[in-house]
């Protein structure tokens, strides 16, 4: 389903989370003109958001075009719904998004499940003989579960251009090979994005999830989080 | 110490391992004239060797110049040793190597502790918490472990020029920074590596260890094994 501006390319989007992640990626959404429903569990408007802004200030950024709901509505919103949660909690965000808003669409998940409890650098709460992707598509089953986006940060995520004009990659994993094709033109049309690789599966998910532990030592070593990966081949 | 070439930079070479990784990492090294005993446990001159040649056609391959011996021998023999053993038989390959025979030596780790056992794509036989390398450093504490090359198929890891002009990198994790500055220079002089990321101390292989089930979906995706990472920043 299109909205008004459905020629233009103008969706409905659900985004669950509201920390650095789901900010960056609604604000960008709402600057592209799309109708983005953040999901949150906070009322807390003018805390600060882990690395992200308050909510009062990301109001404030899409110009009062963005809006604020529960996971739920959230959910119900979206035409297509982006997974920004923690990955620890993702679980536990998409039971209360539920099964029946979610049912049938496509579910873009951007989660890592970063484990901070054993302290730094974090460990990955789930690995090598299964994923969080692996997870929430097992969780909900009627969901087109498509992972991606994960390697990089948030700022990344929504404008590849900002590192060597884009010459660097981005993944996706997934069983439903159409939801991947949708995923890859809404990744190209959203954001920009000139090279995608398809890995396959969503086992493979297991693969990008994997590449965290490199990825924050590589933000330790260059001491910045703007960086990517490319395939050289 | 050198041998009677010294002044080229000639060394004495120790390689753990003699199937397609130590072939091919020892061949370059006896082609650019260093002095190279191949530690195998192996006596099969004409099996071939699992993705590698036979070691009789190896042996043909050095011109001759290339020898075998004992895992013991070949550590004995080495200035610096590689190991470059299947992952999940470095830890016993090592102490058929002997301590005495690597005290005090670099040891440069090229392994990846991949468990075929549970069918494929292979999973970690260590991962997210501990890596092969830690394991290592903490089985031969006076050796000096720096891990590096393992992210990669061996035909690369020896010239990498082939892709890109080398455009693309490699990482070296260890505790010993002297140990580390000496494997850059060896892997600029023996390979003609140019782009090389000193991620850190010998607990960052975890991250170098863990891109190996990306790599490995990589390889399926597009069809080679001829690829690499490039950080892009």
Redesign the interface.
Known sequence: MRNAGGERGLMNIGILGSGVVGQTIGAKLVERGHDVVLGTRSDKLDDKRGFGSSLREWLQKTGGKGRLATFAAAAAHGEVVINATAGMASLAALKLAGDGNLKGKILIDVANALDFS?GMPP??AV???DSLGEQIQSALPQVKVVKTLNTMTASLMVDPGQ??GG??HV?VSGNDAAAKVRVVELLKSWFGWRQV????DIT?A???E??L??????W???G?P????????
Chains 1, 2 share one sequence.
């Open positions: 054993k460990t990955l690995s090598n003989m590192l060597a010459d660097h993944f690789i398809d890995l396959g493979t297991r693969g990008t994997m590449i532990p490199l990825w924050v030592r590589l330790g070593a260059l910045t703007m960086l990517n990966f490319k395939i050289v081949r």
